[in-house]
Each structure stands twice: as structure tokens, then as C-alpha cells.
């Protein structure tokens, strides 16, 4: 996401107009020069439309991979590689759409020209539609450094430090910063609930601590689970 056009997602990309904005990191609040205006005030209380709730359902998600979903190694691996690609490849935005759990949200976080603190929530849908003409013009290649884990159950949350490229030989990355990802496991696979980042920037370097891997105890055996423990979405 650099103009947040530029830093990186799972790290993935969403171009904004910001200061920096690309990768998952590619997304970023849109610049402002001043404190964003207030909304505009909504209808009177009163039930919603039937049809505006219905709307707010989010459709069933294409079928993952297997490989991909079946340890927190490969979900965050594929998160990487379904954004990354050289400038025009086609990204197989399915591939994307099948990691994230129904209602999943992203969200890139950084500083706006005025200096206050942006951010911008999104689906992955809303990632998909804002990054593929940036993705058609611009190289954009994300990895993961390094990677914090923590672990309670069947819920995890990844801290994983990402770095972008515009091309896999590029000598330093144009871009690094972190991806906050929060899994869980429903007794059959992992599905990505959330994924906010935070480029690093002069003011806010990374810190020592998240350039090398700290990995928690992550292990669950799906035969093992009770079928009291299987969450279905």
C-alpha cells in the first residue's frame, strides 16, 4: 500500500487515494485534508425494509481448496499469493473470496496528508473491485517476514509482517508493514474472519520484534473435535 495503492495484505490490494496504499496492504483511507464532513443524517427510527436487511446477507463463498484451508500455514500462504502477480496477470479472485468467512471484513489503517489516522473497512468484494485496475497496470508481489501467533481454541490471530514488491527481484521492498489476521477453525477447516494492515512509515518504523517469527502452539486435530465444537457459518 504507497498511496495505499502500494502497500501490501495479507498484506492484498486496495488503491485508495491516500498517502500510502497498496497490498493488502493496498488499500487505504481516502486522503483528506481536513476532518472527513459529518454523515448525512439517516431515516427517522422505525423498522428496516425487509428488503435493505435482506440485502446485508453475504453470498455463500466459492468452495476453497482444500490445501489451502486445512492449516493456519496455508490460509495465510494463500492470502499472499492470490494478491501477488506481475502487472495484467489475472489474480484468481475466487481463490480470495473462498478464505474469507461469510461477513469477513478488511480494513487498511494509516495516515491521511493531514496527518490524522484513516481507515477504511471493506468486504472482500470491495478489495476485489478497488484493486483489479491497479493489479492490471502495477506489479504487485507480497511476502511474509516474519509472523507472531496466538492461539485459544479454535481461534487465532496472526500478526504477520509483510513486505511488497513490484517484481519478485526487486533488491528492497517498496513497502513493509503489518497484517492483523484472525482465523478460525470451524471443525472442518479455516476461514479468515478478519485481516486489517498498517504500513510502516518514518514515524512509525517496525519494531525489532516483529522481524523475526514468534509461531504459538497452533495445533487441532479436526477427527479429534466434538461435533458440539464444529461451528457452521
Known sequence: MRQWAKAALA?????WAWTPATGMAQSAPAAASGPAPAAAPGPGPGPAPAAAASASIPAAAPAARPADVASVDAIVKALYEVISGPAGAPRDWDRMRSLFAPGARMMAIGVR???SIGMRAMTPDDYIAAN?????TTGF?????????????????VFSTYEAR?????AKPF????NSIQLVN???????????????DPKLPLPDRYLQSRPGAVAIELEALPNN?????
Do not use: C, Y
Not at 498484506?11 to 488503491?15: I, T
Not at 513497502?175 to 503489518?178: K, Q
Not at 465444537?229 to 457459518?233: D, G, I
Open 11 to 15: 498484506g492484498a490490494a486496495l488503491a
Open 113 to 115: 496528508k493531514d496527518g
Open 132 to 136: 483489479s485496475k491497479v493489479f492490471a
Open 141 to 157: 508481489f507480497e511476502t511474509e517476514l516474519a509472523r507472531t501467533t496466538d492461539a485459544f481454541g479454535q481461534l487465532v490471530h
Open 166 to 170: 513490484h517484481a519478485p527481484g526487486d
Open 175 to 178: 513497502m513493509r508493514g503489518i
Open 186 to 200: 470451524d471443525g472442518n477447516r479455516w476461514h479468515v474472519l478478519s485481516l486489517a494492515w498498517r504500513a510502516e
Open 229 to 233: 465444537a464444529r461451528m457452521t457459518f
